[in-house]
């Protein structure tokens, strides 16, 4: 069976200490070619990060079994699996960019046929920080300078959250209403929860969640760690989010 993939990353980090966190955490829906989900299934997944090009140097490479849900999603950390070959914690992150390559068999074996290739952009850059300069109030992305929303209190998100960083510091809800045209599809934002803080993203009438209407997407982070996801709007009162 030919099977298609559909996948997102987003960073999971943990804290231990000032350490950098040393894995990823990622999501894959795997589809049939008819669109059909492959749900409640055993599968295997090979990844390999290429440095420079989607052909580029295999720098980092793993294995990992793992099963769909009943959305066909499967989650994993890169970082985390059986390693083939390099070190996750030596990726030299500034010198990209870099792919993520995803092989699966849906068998749970190891006859990897299915390929999808990837580039790792704004989220899975946080991996710079032990290389970059520390900036207060922004993050820096592909050269450019991100703003970081702090907020404590519930609210609708907004025309000034797009392509920035939402920062949650106390447990609060951020609703997508209905119409957001200032939203352009394949517009990002970036989801941040802190040290204990519970962040809500939830769809006001008429807006659908990883294809569920009235979706609710929730990231619980414990004392001492942070919880990162990713929001992309894919669709006309339509969103993906990644990292839950």
């Known amino acids: 069976m030919r099977l298609l993939l559909i996948f997102t990353m987003v960073m999971l980090m943990t804290y231990v200490s000032a350490q950098t966190p040393e894995k990823m955490s990622y999501q894959a829906i795997v589809r049939a070619s008819d669109n059909s989900l492959v749900s409640d299934s055993s599968v295997s997944l090979r990844i390999i990060v290429r440095q420079g090009s989607e052909n ?14 009943a959305n066909g999603l499967v989650s ?15 990726i ?17 074996g190891s006859n990897y046929s299915i390929i999808g290739v990837s580039q790792l952009l704004s989220v899975p850059y946080a991996l ?11 993050d820096v992305v592909d050269g450019n300078r991100t703003a970081i929303i702090s ?8 025309a000034g959250d797009i392509d920035n960083t939402l920062e949650c510091t ?20 970036n989801l941040e929860a802190h040290n204990g803080a519970s962040l809500t993203v939830q769809a006001g009438n008429g807006v659908s969640i990883n294809y569920a209407a009235k979706g609710i997407a929730k990231f619980d982070s414990v004392t001492g760690n ?10 006309d009162n339509a969103y993906i989010i990644s990292g839950q």
């Open 92 to 108: 030299p992150w500034p010198n990209g960019p870099f792919f993520i390559e995803t092989q699966v068999d849906p068998a749970g």
């Open 226 to 235: 942070v919880r990162f996801g990713m929001l992309r709007k894919s669709g």
């Open 151 to 158: 907020f404590t209190a519930s609210r609708n998100i907004d």
């Open 170 to 189: 106390k447990t609060a809800t951020l609703t997508l209403s209905s119409g957001f045209s200032a939203m352009n599809i394949g517009d990002t934002i």
């Open 56 to 69: 580029g140097k295999n720098t980092f490479e793993e294995t990992h079994s793992a099963t769909t849900n």
């Open 128 to 138: 710079n920080a032990k290389y970059a300069e520390h900036i207060i109030g922004t």
């Open 76 to 90: 994993l950390e890169i970082g985390a699996g059986n390693i083939v070959y390099g070190d996750f914690s030596k």
